[in-house]
Nanobody, 125 residues
Framework: QVQLVESGGGLVQPGGSLRLSCAASGSSLRYANVHMAWFRQAPGKEREFVGAIDWSGSTIYLDSVKGRFTISRDNAKNTVYLQMNSLKPEDTADYYC?????????????????WGQGTQVTVSS
């Protein structure tokens, strides 16, 4: 059983940066068929896909964050990161990491079996 714990959220001004971390325990993320993803949920809205990374380091992103957000992974530390630059007020949300075992990309919450507890990001002046 994999447990995921996010950290790194906080309050940041528009244009600022934050790096979120997602530490996994209980199982290794080094397996070839593990995809790790980041989702976010703003108040009153549905949880939406932000981006994902596969075992090789390939990534996909939500269009609105392309060029601003970067997902990376450190398999030795069993940790996935979400580097967020040029933050906007509309990026304000609770951010969640999630894991799924499969060989194809997935963007639906129902396709991810394991979730962290979330970390809050607020972008405001």
């Amino acid at each position: 059983q994999v447990q995921l714990v996010e950290s790194g959220g906080g309050l940041v001004q528009p244009g600022g940066s934050l790096r979120l971390s997602c530490a996994a325990s209980g199982s290794s993320l080094r397996y070839a068929n593990v995809h790790m993803a980041w989702f976010r949920q703003a108040p009153g809205k549905e949880r939406e896909f932000v981006g994902a990374i596969d075992w090789s380091g390939s990534t996909i992103y939500l269009d609105s964050v392309k060029g601003r957000f970067t997902i990376s992974r450190d398999n030795a530390k069993n940790t996935v990161y979400l580097q967020m630059n040029s933050l906007k007020p509309e990026d304000t949300a609770d951010y969640y990491c999630a894991a799924r075992w499969g060989t194809r990309w997935a963007k639906m919450t129902s396709e991810y079996a394991t979730w962290g507890q979330g970390t809050q990001v607020t972008v405001s002046s």
